[in-house]
Nanobody, 125 residues
Framework: VQLQASGGGLVQPGGSLRLSCAGS????????VAWFRQAPGKEHEGISC????????VYAESVKGRFIISEDSATNTVYLQANSLKPEDTAVYYC???????????????????WGQGTLVTVSS
C-alpha cells in the first residue's frame, strides 16, 4: 500500500486549495482514508475521513463547513477541498489509509497503518 499526497502550496486567507491523496496497492472499496495535519508546535490533528465506498464522511469541528472530502474510485484518489482557508490552517497535511470494509472511519491516527508523505499548506497574505 502506498499513498502520495499532493496539492499543497501558498494561498491567501479566504482562498482555496484541493489536496489529493493517490493510492496504489489497494482500493477504496474496502479501505477508509483520512486526512491529518500538523502545524509547527502543535499536536497532530485528524481533520476528516471517508469510509469505504464513500458511505460516510467525518469532519473535525475546526474544518466543518469549510473542507470537503471526496473520492474518485476510477483513479483511486481521495481529495480534500479546502475552502475559506485561514492562517491557522497552515500545516503539513498527511493522508492515511486502513483496511476497513465496514462503512465507517475515524479521525484518530491510531486507526491507520498506511501513511503518505506530507504536503505543506501555507495560508498567508
Amino acid at each position: 500500500v502506498q499513498l502520495q499526497a499532493s496539492g499543497g502550496g501558498l494561498v491567501q486567507p479566504g482562498g482555496s486549495l484541493r489536496l489529493s491523496c493517490a493510492g496504489s496497492g489497494f482500493t477504496f472499496h474496502d479501505h477508509a482514508v483520512a486526512w491529518f495535519r500538523q502545524a509547527p508546535g502543535k499536536e497532530h490533528e485528524g481533520i476528516s475521513c471517508i469510509s469505504s465506498t464513500a458511505a460516510r464522511t467525518v469532519y473535525a469541528e475546526s474544518v466543518k463547513g469549510r473542507f470537503i472530502i471526496s473520492e474518485d474510485s476510477a483513479t483511486n484518489t481521495v481529495y480534500l477541498q479546502a475552502n475559506s482557508l485561514k492562517p491557522e490552517d497552515t500545516a503539513v497535511y498527511y493522508c492515511a489509509a486502513e483496511y476497513n470494509p465496514y462503512y465507517a472511519c475515524s479521525v484518530s491516527s491510531t486507526a491507520y497503518t498506511y501513511w503518505g508523505q506530507g504536503t505543506l499548506v501555507t495560508v498567508s497574505s
